[in-house]
């Protein structure tokens, strides 16, 4: 037995004596209900033995020794239903600093020093299940920081406050999925068992997969009840995989024991050997043609285009997979983003995967930006990341990402995008970004040999501190994210807010920004607050308050037997937000945590069909939905050269009918919408101000740009 080993195992018996002789350990750390009996002596340190919850109330977990403090942490386990779940074990592990092991350190000190470490960790460990109603409440805790976890045999959990760091006066929500043990059985095409495998999960009666890792050791997977459609995948570039098989799951019904037989899938499967200058973190993208007769092998675009894709990097060994193709002759080739061919073969596939090596050689001088990135005094900086190069055409905005390769005199080489999308390039903008000065974006011309300087100012930062935490009453976190006011691209996605309410942003460029708070919310984030502050080189301090926050529920029309969903949206530019619900069993869904404002509230029938209807907080606290005919499409002008401004509409302008025939509701609206840009030419009826005006609309052009130089939205008129 080696050093290591035998060091753990005695610090873990050693753990378990210091447990016992110091009393830090409550039957391994198990607590129930202020009432609760002595712990069972014949529970082993570290065991998991816990008293029954309290038929009433919240169950009460205290430190697995004395009390550590006075805070608390409460909260409750509910269903997605929102009914409360009993007998769930709540766990609270202390976020302890341990100990180091010096080096040269004997093997009676290390031992010494890792049970000590053991024990400050289970002295520090608040367990509680929960009563009747969900609820459950850890005591007796220290002013520090504790991580939450939550188990309970044939459930799953989710939550904001799940594995984050919480200090005590927190109120948690925590959501249980009921899940069903599915044993399974993964057999190799041979016959033998397979050691390891993925099964996919694909719902058959809604939108919903899931992907579990078997092994042969473990081979029962918990998977909530539904019926659905299940098959394994299995070696190296997942070159097995079995049929799809049905399978239905119930609650409480155990189920009988699914085999899957893997086979061999025909297809291609290989890796890539980059140039040495290949940029660290660069993906290349692999592409398969099957070979047509055409003479030559074809190029990038065509590759690209009409061929299967897979990206490559260093995150998977530069590996690509390309399953269940069918038998004959295939190109295969390592594509840059320029569409520059790196390396290529031609490979004969049969009844199982071929495998190739790709030798990609280095891009043309052409193919690639030379970036001088200079700090405050002139001198090379580290970049941190990706360049990204934005393009403005005429249809639109277009952006592309880089990872760029450092040269030895400082340089970095950055390899050029495809200006694709249509119409001429109005300007090219690199973002680059540096670990010490933030971003900055310069606008530069190609050429066929270019390069950029990009000479950075001082940085700033943003030291924030937020204050009324307390309306975060059912948990989750803030974050603040900064937004430059002078570029239209720039988004710096902003720092987690402590505990104690601080958070620094940056390093950023000086300048104008806004700064936003967004409550982290299962299904997104809720931008609750907004402040547009100069910030200077240097610390800029920053007060900012939470505001009132609501909730608004939605009820299910009792006479309407549809299945809804919903979706919360601010028609506020700025924001550019939402977040969606579907309605539980009992009807209805709860957007919880908004701040004041005005809201639109959409909502789609299982049968396809949409309508909205507007939402003002604080108000009603329960809203039924009674949603406005969608009759007409309001017009917004970004671009003055783009197609709406060419056709002669203006901003507030309402769509009303195309090609003579008037919307009847959102179906027939988006279905004129579509034929229409199908067509060359449509004549589009507006209303604006008191009268009315028809437009002769180049529609067909939006197929070629994909932009209409502005926003067409769903309205009532």
Same mark, same amino acid.
């Given at each position: 037995?080696?050093?290591?080993?035998?060091?753990?195992?005695l610090?873990?018996?050693?753990?378990?004596?210091?447990?016992?002789?110091?009393?830090?350990?409550?039957?391994?750390?198990?607590?129930?209900?202020?009432?609760?009996?002595?712990?069972?002596?014949?529970?082993?340190?570290?065991?998991?033995?816990?008293?029954?919850?309290?038929?009433?109330?919240?169950?009460?977990?205290r430190?697995?020794?004395?009390?550590?403090?006075?805070?608390?942490?409460?909260?409750?386990v509910?269903?997605?239903?929102?009914?409360?779940?009993?007998?769930?074990?709540?766990?609270?592990?202390?976020?302890?600093?341990?100990?180091?092991?010096?080096?040269?350190?004997?093997?009676?000190?290390?031992?010494?020093?890792?049970?000590?470490?053991?024990?400050?960790?289970?002295?520090?460990r608040?367990?509680?299940?929960?009563?009747?109603?969900?609820?459950?409440?850890?005591?007796?805790?220290?002013?520090?920081?504790?991580?939450?976890?939550?188990? !309970?045999? $044939?459930?799953?959990?989710?939550? +904001?406050?799940?594995? *984050? &760091? @919480?200090?005590? #006066? /927190?109120?948690?929500?925590?959501?249980?999925?009921?899940?069903?043990?599915?044993?399974?059985?993964?057999?190799?095409?041979d016959?033998?068992?397979?050691?390891?495998?993925?099964?996919?999960?694909?719902?058959?009666?809604?939108?919903?997969?899931?992907?579990?890792?078997?092994?042969?050791?473990?081979?029962?997977?918990?998977v909530?009840?539904?019926?659905?459609?299940?098959?394994?995948?299995?070696?190296?570039?997942?070159?097995?995989?079995?049929?799809?098989?049905?399978?239905?799951?119930?609650?409480?019904?155990?189920?009988?024991?699914?085999?899957?037989?893997?086979?061999?899938?025909?297809?291609?499967?290989?890796?890539?050997?980059?140039?040495?200058?290949?940029?660290?973190?660069?993906?290349?993208?692999v592409?398969?043609? !099957?070979? $047509?007769?055409?003479?030559?092998? +074809?190029?990038?675009? *065509? &590759? @690209?285009?009409? #061929? /299967?894709q897979?990206?490559?990097?260093?995150?998977?060994?530069f590996?690509?997979?390309?399953?269940?193709?069918?038998?004959?002759?295939?190109?295969?080739?390592?594509?840059?983003?320029s569409?520059?061919?790196?390396?290529?073969?031609?490979?004969?596939?049969?009844?199982?995967?071929?495998?190739?090596?790709?030798?990609?050689?280095?891009l043309?001088?052409?193919?690639?930006?030379?970036?001088?990135?200079?700090?405050?005094?002139?001198?090379?900086?580290?970049?941190?990341?990706?360049?990204?190069?934005?393009?403005?055409?005429?249809?639109?905005?277009?952006?592309?990402?880089?990872?760029?390769?450092?040269?030895?005199?400082?340089?970095?080489?950055?390899?050029?995008?495809?200006?694709?999308?249509?119409?001429?390039?109005?300007? !090219?903008?690199?973002?680059?970004?540096?670990?010490?000065?933030?971003?900055?974006?310069?606008?530069?011309? /190609?050429?066929?040999?270019?390069?950029?300087?990009?000479?950075?100012?001082?940085?700033?930062?943003?030291?924030?501190?937020?204050?009324?935490?307390?309306?975060?009453?059912?948990?989750?976190?803030l974050?603040?994210?900064?937004?430059?006011?002078?570029?239209?691209?720039?988004?710096?996605?902003?720092?987690?807010?402590?505990?104690?309410?601080?958070?620094?942003?940056?390093p950023?460029?000086?300048?104008?920004?806004?700064?936003?708070?967004?409550?982290?919310?299962?299904?997104?984030?809720?931008?609750?607050?907004?402040?547009?502050?100069?910030?200077?080189?240097?610390?800029?301090?920053?007060?900012?308050?939470?505001?009132?926050?609501?909730?608004?529920?939605?009820?299910?029309?009792?006479?309407?037997?549809?299945?809804?969903?919903?979706?919360?949206?601010?028609?506020?530019?700025r924001?550019?937000?939402?977040?969606?619900?579907?309605?539980g069993?009992?009807?209805?869904?709860?957007?919880?945590?908004?701040?004041?404002?005005?809201?639109?509230?959409?909502?789609?029938?299982?049968?396809?069909?949409?309508?909205s209807?507007?939402?003002?907080?604080?108000?009603?606290?329960?809203?039924?939905f009674?949603?406005?005919?969608?009759?007409?499409?309001?017009?917004t002008?970004?671009?003055?050269?783009?197609?709406?401004?060419?056709?002669?509409?203006?901003?507030?302008?309402l769509?009303?009918?195309?090609?003579?025939?008037?919307?009847?509701?959102?179906?027939?609206?988006?279905?004129?919408?579509?034929?229409?840009?199908?067509?060359?030419?449509?004549?589009?009826?507006?209303?604006?101000?008191?009268?009315?005006?028809?437009?002769?609309?180049?529609?067909?052009?939006?197929r070629?740009?994909?932009?209409?130089g502005?926003?067409?939205?769903?309205?009532?008129?």
């Amino acid at each position: 037995m080696n050093r290591t080993v035998f060091v753990v195992l005695l610090a873990f018996v050693a753990g378990g004596a210091i447990g016992y002789v110091a009393g830090s350990f409550d039957g391994g750390g198990a607590v129930g209900p202020r009432s609760a009996p002595a712990p069972d002596p014949a529970v082993p340190p570290g065991g998991d033995a816990l008293p029954p919850a309290e038929s009433e109330g919240p169950a009460v977990g205290r430190p697995a020794g004395p009390a550590r403090g006075t805070g608390e942490i409460h909260g409750r386990v509910r269903t997605e239903a929102g009914e409360g779940v009993a007998g769930v074990r709540i766990i609270g592990e202390e976020l302890v600093d341990e100990a180091p092991v010096p080096d040269g350190a004997s093997l009676t000190e290390e031992t010494r020093i890792l049970a000590r470490n053991r024990a400050r960790v289970h002295a520090g460990r608040v367990r509680a299940e929960s009563g009747a109603d969900g609820a459950f409440l850890l005591a007796g805790l220290a002013d520090a920081k504790y991580v939450l976890r939550a188990e !309970r045999e $044939g459930y799953e959990f989710s939550g +904001p406050s799940l594995g *984050r &760091l @919480l200090r005590p #006066g /927190r109120s948690v929500e925590i959501v249980a999925v009921v899940v069903v043990a599915l044993p399974v059985r993964v057999l190799m095409p041979d016959g033998s068992v397979a050691r390891k495998a993925r099964v996919e999960f694909r719902a058959e009666d809604r939108e919903l997969e899931r992907s579990e890792e078997w092994t042969g050791e473990e081979p029962a997977l918990r998977v909530p009840p539904g019926t659905w459609r299940a098959k394994a995948v299995a070696g190296e570039g997942d070159e097995y995989a079995s049929p799809s098989v049905s399978v239905s799951l119930a609650a409480g019904i155990p189920p009988d024991p699914l085999t899957l037989s893997l086979a061999a899938r025909p297809g291609i499967r290989g890796h890539v050997e980059p140039p040495e200058t290949w940029p660290e973190g660069q993906w290349i993208t692999v592409a398969v043609l !099957r070979a $047509g007769t055409d003479a030559g092998p +074809p190029d990038g675009e *065509r &590759l @690209l285009s009409e #061929g /299967r894709q897979a990206g490559c990097g260093e995150d998977s060994d530069f590996t690509f997979s390309f399953p269940d193709l069918k038998p004959g002759t295939y190109h295969v080739a390592a594509v840059g983003n320029s569409q520059q061919v790196l390396a290529r073969v031609v490979v004969e596939v049969a009844d199982r995967m071929a495998v190739v090596a790709l030798v990609a050689q280095d891009l043309p001088r052409s193919a690639f930006i030379l970036v001088h990135p200079e700090g405050p005094d002139g001198r090379p900086v580290e970049l941190h990341g990706g360049v990204t190069c934005l393009l403005e055409t005429d249809a639109g905005e277009h952006s592309w990402g880089g990872a760029a390769a450092r040269r030895p005199d400082g340089a970095w080489a950055v390899e050029f995008p495809v200006e694709e999308g249509g119409g001429r390039v109005h300007r !090219r903008v690199l973002v680059v970004a540096s670990p010490a000065h933030g971003e900055k974006e310069v606008e530069f011309t /190609r050429t066929e040999a270019t390069e950029v300087t990009v000479r950075f100012g001082d940085a700033a930062w943003i030291d924030a501190e937020i204050s009324g935490l307390a309306e975060l009453e059912d948990g989750g976190g803030l974050r603040l994210a900064a937004f430059s006011e002078e570029s239209r691209w720039f988004r710096f996605e902003g720092r987690e807010v402590s505990e104690e309410g601080k958070a620094r942003v940056g390093p950023l460029q000086p300048g104008s920004f806004r700064v936003r708070l967004l409550h982290q919310r299962p299904r997104g984030e809720v931008p609750i607050l907004e402040q547009t502050v100069t910030v200077r080189a240097g610390a800029n301090r920053l007060a900012l308050r939470v505001p009132p926050l609501y909730d608004v529920t939605v009820p299910r029309d009792t006479g309407d037997e549809a299945r809804w969903e919903f979706y919360l949206s601010m028609p506020d530019e700025r924001y550019g937000w939402g977040v969606s619900g579907e309605a539980g069993p009992d009807g209805q869904v709860t957007f919880r945590g908004l701040p004041a404002g005005r809201y639109q509230l959409w909502g789609w029938r299982g049968d396809g069909e949409n309508s909205s209807m507007d939402i003002t907080l604080p108000g009603a606290t329960t809203v039924r939905f009674d949603p406005r005919a969608q009759n007409a499409l309001r017009v917004t002008v970004a671009d003055p050269e783009g197609l709406l401004a060419r056709s002669g509409f203006e901003t507030g302008d309402l769509v009303i009918g195309i090609d003579g025939q008037e919307f009847e509701g959102g179906s027939h609206m988006f279905s004129l919408l579509q034929a229409a840009v199908s067509k060359k030419t449509a004549k589009f009826t507006v209303l604006r101000g008191n009268g009315s005006v028809t437009l002769d609309v180049s529609a067909g052009e939006v197929r070629t740009t994909g932009n209409w130089g502005g926003s067409l939205d769903p309205a009532t008129r």
